[in-house]
């Protein structure tokens, strides 16, 4: 069965500064893996998807990911975070049992 | 405008009184899907639906019914809330399958006393 783990439940990052929020998954197969951000009180949105294309995907807002199979890893970055990227991201990963998990969410802080 | 709709936002309710979360999309996607969100767990998928007459369960179905007798509709039932229940609930659909992009609707805050 497929899992997705989130590394950090908090990152706190300086405005103008990289931000790193890291994920691992575990898959039989190849998986479709996204990133979903969820501000206060919002619902939530698509940042980014891998569905087995270029490993290196670009989404909303300046934000990337990598998907690394030998590391089963889909780390999602950013070359500077701002302000209105403060929200909780979460990793998700959909695999050929049709179910679709969620890892436990990362909360982003941006630091003035 | 191509959205998902939830009804209602917020519900109170008691322990044992049944209750049902409305779900429907206008975009004609096949797959539709509901989860409950829990501070620290992330969501949650609860039953989802590949399509009409087609529903099967995600990681935490005990305690709800769902039925697809309709492409667009896709009601979550409570037959007999209980307080562990009291949850932020979600319903989302997506074009095909698990591999494309799903759009959430707004959420059902739903509280069992």
């Known amino acids: 069965a497929q899992s997705v783990t989130q590394l950090d439940s908090h990152v706190s990052v300086s405005e103008g500064t990289p931000v790193l929020l890291r994920c691992n998954y575990s898959?039989?197969?190849?998986?479709?893996l996204f990133w979903y951000v969820q501000h206060p009180n919002k619902g939530l949105q698509l940042l980014l998807k891998?569905?087995?294309?270029?490993?290196l995907v670009k989404g909303i807002n300046g934000f990337e990911a990598e998907f690394k199979k030998s590391e089963t890893s889909f780390h999602l970055t950013k070359p500077s975070a701002h302000m209105s990227d403060a929200a909780e991201y979460f990793c998700?990963?959909?695999?050929?049992?049709?179910?679709?998990?969620f890892g436990k969410g990362t909360r982003l802080h941006i630091l003035p | 405008e191509a959205q998902v709709t939830q009804n209602p936002r917020y519900l109170i309710t008691v322990t044992g009184k049944k209750l049902t979360v409305t779900c429907s999309q206008n975009?004609?996607?096949?797959?539709m899907s509901w989860y409950r969100q829990d501070p620290g767990l992330g969501l949650r998928q609860i039953y989802y639906?590949?399509?009409?007459?087609?529903?099967d369960k995600g990681d935490v179905p005990e305690g709800y019914k769902v039925s697809r007798k309709e492409k667009r509709n896709f009601p979550l039932i409570l037959e007999s809330p209980s307080p562990n229940q009291t949850s932020l609930y979600f319903c989302?659909?997506?074009?095909?399958?698990?591999?494309?992009?799903?759009?959430f609707g707004p959420g059902t805050r739903l509280t069992v006393t």
């Open positions: 639906s590949m399509n009409v007459e087609v529903t």
């Open positions: 989302a659909s997506s074009l095909s399958g698990n591999s494309n992009e799903q759009y």
């Open positions: 975009m004609n996607h096949e797959y």
């Open positions: 898959s039989s197969y190849s998986p479709s």
């Open positions: 998700v990963v959909s695999d050929r049992d049709d179910k679709i998990i």
């Open positions: 891998y569905t087995s294309a270029a490993t």
